[in-house]
Each structure stands twice: as C-alpha cells, then as structure tokens.
C-alpha cells in the first residue's frame, strides 16, 4: 500500500503545474488549499523519512495556508520555485556534510566506491544544485512575469524535459567515464 501511495504522490506531484491550470477556473483558493493538504498528506502516507518528501511537505503547507488566508491563488505559482531552491539546498548541504546525495545513491547500488568515483559524484551534485538553483530563478521569471499558461509549459513541461536531458546526460557521460576508469585513463 505504501508503494501504492508513494506512486500516486509523485505523480501528482509532477502532474500539478497542468493540474492547477486546468483547475484554475473551476477552483476557488480553499479547494486548492483543501487539494495541496490532501497532496501533502498523500506524500506523507507514501514515506516521510526522506528529507525531498519533508521538504515537498512543508512548502504545501505553507502554500494552502498562504492561499486559503489570502484567498488567492497566485502563490500556487510559487511551488516550482521553493521546491527547487530547496532541492537546491539540500543538495548543496550534503556537499557540506558528507557523503553528496549523489554519493548516497550511488552507493546503493554499488557499496564500495573508489575516490575517484566519489570525487566524480561530487561533481555531479555540484552540477543538480546550479541545475535547482537555474530552474528556479526561471521557474520563478514565469511565476512573476508570465502568463499561466507559459508558466504550466515551463513548469509542466520543458522543466521537466531539462531534467531528463541532465539525467541522461549525465548517465551517457558516466558509461564514458567509467570505461576510461576502467582503461586506467582517469
């Protein structure tokens, strides 16, 4: 069920820029307010041990109450915005305090890592936090300055095609990578 849960969040979580829009004009702010904390709740249920999902959990906190208090619903332009800059920082802090997010999944599946692949998932977590901190500064430009439906496109979309690119270039570089390790080039 945990799974189940956890699936469902996520998706949400990820369908929420065309879900507000296509919910904008249905909605008064306290549905959206009612659907953030059910959304909140929802990623609760799923697992609530992982510092993404408390970190998702207290910015939709935060935005139902800004909306049901000041009755509008602007401020749920600001999710992509407060969700990166804190992906950002976590990711940033895990580069302070050792091992980098990017070195803890990696060690998943792969336990023993050399220094050179620790030095290179350094790197790589450098890389997602200037990736957070540029999507939200243009996450931020569409909540303030665009349309809703530039901000859905940006949002609901080309942010997310951004983070396939990066993921899968980053994963091709890697094989490159290791194959020269491997070489003994690196």
Same mark, same amino acid.
């Given at each position: 069920?945990?799974?189940?849960?956890?699936?469902?969040g996520m998706l949400?979580?990820?369908?929420?820029?065309?879900i507000v829009?296509l919910?904008?004009?249905?909605w008064?702010?306290g549905?959206?307010?009612?659907?953030? !904390? +059910? /959304?909140?709740? #929802?990623?609760?249920?799923?697992g609530?041990?992982? $510092?993404?999902?408390?970190?998702?959990? *207290?910015? &939709?906190?935060?935005?139902?109450?800004?909306?049901?208090?000041?009755?509008s619903t602007?401020?749920?332009?600001?999710?992509?915005?407060?969700l990166? !800059? +804190? /992906?950002?920082? #976590?990711?940033?802090?895990?580069l302070r305090h050792? $091992?980098?997010?990017i070195?803890?999944? *990696?060690? &998943?599946?792969?336990?023993?890592?050399?220094?050179?692949?620790?030095?290179?998932?350094?790197?790589?977590?450098m890389?997602?936090?200037?990736?957070?901190?540029?999507?939200?500064?243009?996450a931020g430009?569409?909540?303030?300055?665009?349309s809703w439906?530039?901000?859905?496109?940006?949002?609901?979309?080309i942010?997310y095609l951004l983070?396939?690119?990066?993921?899968?270039?980053?994963w091709l570089?890697?094989q490159?990578?290791?194959?020269?390790?491997?070489?003994?080039?690196?």
């Amino acid at each position: 069920m945990r799974r189940v849960l956890t699936l469902l969040g996520m998706l949400a979580s990820i369908a929420y820029p065309l879900i507000v829009f296509l919910a904008l004009d249905h909605w008064q702010p306290g549905a959206f307010a009612l659907a953030l !904390l +059910g /959304l909140a709740v #929802l990623r609760l249920a799923g697992g609530w041990q992982q $510092p993404a999902v408390q970190l998702q959990v *207290a910015v &939709l906190l935060v935005l139902a109450l800004l909306i049901y208090v000041r009755g509008s619903t602007g401020w749920l332009r600001y999710y992509p915005v407060v969700l990166n !800059l +804190g /992906l950002g920082a #976590l990711f940033g802090w895990s580069l302070r305090h050792p $091992p980098s997010i990017i070195e803890r999944l *990696a060690h &998943l599946s792969e336990p023993e890592l050399p220094a050179a692949a620790i030095r290179y998932t350094r790197r790589v977590t450098m890389l997602w936090c200037g990736f957070f901190v540029l999507n939200a500064l243009v996450a931020g430009w569409t909540a303030w300055f665009a349309s809703w439906e530039v901000w859905t496109l940006y949002n609901g979309l080309i942010a997310y095609l951004l983070i396939g690119l990066l993921l899968g270039g980053e994963w091709l570089f890697r094989q490159y990578w290791r194959a020269r390790m491997a070489d003994g080039v690196v």
